[in-house]
């Protein structure tokens, strides 16, 4: 079974700031996709990485696939309250099918 | 419907009783998947359909959890003998098409959250 570790779990900060998201894994992934999750909500996907060192920007969010395609970062610049949130990172396994998601990270931007 | 769509929403089970959830997928998605999301955690595989057959079936957590999809659209996971460790956000997504290499988009619905008294 292959395992994501996110951090931080928990992550409270005044708007303006910026933040960074990890999601660290000892597996090799075929693709590495970010979601976001309201409360009493499915997950909504925000961006898939595909390639070794890839970057993808989304306005204020930049998101990094590591080379070797075992990890991934979320920065967010000058977070708002809207970002707030729980921030799920899930790799695709290269078998196929199922995502493996990290524990997420429950993002509280303060105004 | 425009997305993924799940019902109940919401079920209160009495521990030992037997429960259905639906998922009806988004119109011509081949894949579907079924998760559990325990409290304050990330979601965890359970099973993945392709049409009617089901592919992948390892994340089932016992023999008391059975998923269906008999004509390839809509799902049905059953839990029989609920017990309070099963008390979790069922999720269901549902994706265009999947191959060895990846397993396309995944289009999550708003989830049935199951509570086992």
């Known amino acids: 079974t292959q395992l994501l570790e996110q951090s931080p779990q928990f992550l409270s900060i005044q708007e303006g700031e910026n933040l960074t998201v990890y999601c660290n894994s000892s597996?090799?992934?075929?693709?590495l996709q970010w979601y976001r999750q309201e409360p009493g909500e499915g997950p909504v996907l925000l961006v898939t990485v595909v390639t070794g060192g890839e970057v993808k920007k989304l306005k204020r969010l930049t998101f990094q696939f590591g080379d070797a395609r075992k990890d991934s970062s979320l920065h967010i610049t000058a977070a708002q309250p809207g970002d707030t949130g729980l921030y799920l990172c899930a790799g695709g396994e290269t078998s196929g099918s199922r995502l493996t998601f990290g524990e997420g990270t429950q993002l509280t931007v303060n105004p | 419907g425009a997305g993924v769509s799940q019902s109940p929403r919401y079920k209160v089970a009495k521990r030992g009783q037997d429960v259905a959830l639906r998922c009806d997928p988004i119109?011509?998605?081949?894949?579907l998947f079924w998760y559990q999301q325990a409290l304050g955690q990330g979601p965890e595989f359970l099973t993945y359909f392709q049409n009617e057959a089901q592919l992948d079936k390892s994340g089932l957590p016992s023999d008391r959890f059975f998923a269906e999809r008999p004509e390839g659209s809509v799902s049905t996971l059953k839990i029989q003998r609920t017990q309070q460790e099963d008390s979790a956000v069922y999720l269901c997504?549902?994706?265009?098409?999947?191959?060895?290499?990846?397993?396309?988009?995944?289009?999550f619905g708003p989830g049935t959250r199951l509570t086992v008294l």
């Open positions: 997504a549902s994706s265009l098409r999947t191959n060895k290499f990846h397993s396309g988009t995944q289009y």
């Open positions: 119109s011509g998605h081949v894949s």
């Open positions: 597996s090799v992934f075929s693709s």
